[in-house]
């Protein structure tokens, strides 16, 4: 089993920054890739960005291509999101999510989710 907890959201004026991270434990040697994804009230849940654990190779949403950008730190077994310019439309409940096989955009391919951390940007 995968344990993914999610810390960083918070509220922010539009134009500002937040850094989400993602901790792993359990089998952290089953991870092969995290991605992020969000939630707004009444949306479906949209793919944000993703990052392979071994050799860093990134994918991004293109609503968040030169705002946000992924990172790990392997020996603490984290992953974060480092987001910039955030705009209200950013606004949305933030999830990581294991996937046991690549950087793929649709939820259904991760498994172990956590929690979610809210973010919230004023106008």
């Known amino acids: 089993q995968v344990q993914l907890v999610e810390s960083g959201g918070g509220l922010v004026q539009a134009g500002g920054s937040l850094r989400l991270s993602c901790a792993a434990s359990?089998?952290?040697?089953?991870?092969?890739?995290v991605g992020w994804f969000r939630q707004a009230p009444g949306k479906e849940r949209e793919f944000v960005s993703a990052?392979?654990?071994?050799?860093?190779?990134?994918n991004y949403a293109d609503s968040v291509k030169g705002r946000f950008t992924i990172s790990r730190d392997n020996a603490k077994s984290t992953v974060y999101l480092q987001m910039n310019s955030l705009k209200p439309e950013d606004t949305a409940v933030y999830y990581c999510?294991?996937?046991?096989w690549g950087l793929g955009k649709n939820p259904s391919g991760y498994d172990y989710w956590g929690r979610g951390t809210q973010v919230t940007v004023s106008s």
């Open positions: 359990g089998r952290i040697g089953s991870i092969v890739a």
């Open positions: 990052i392979t654990l071994g050799a860093g190779v990134t």
């Open positions: 999510a294991r996937n046991r």
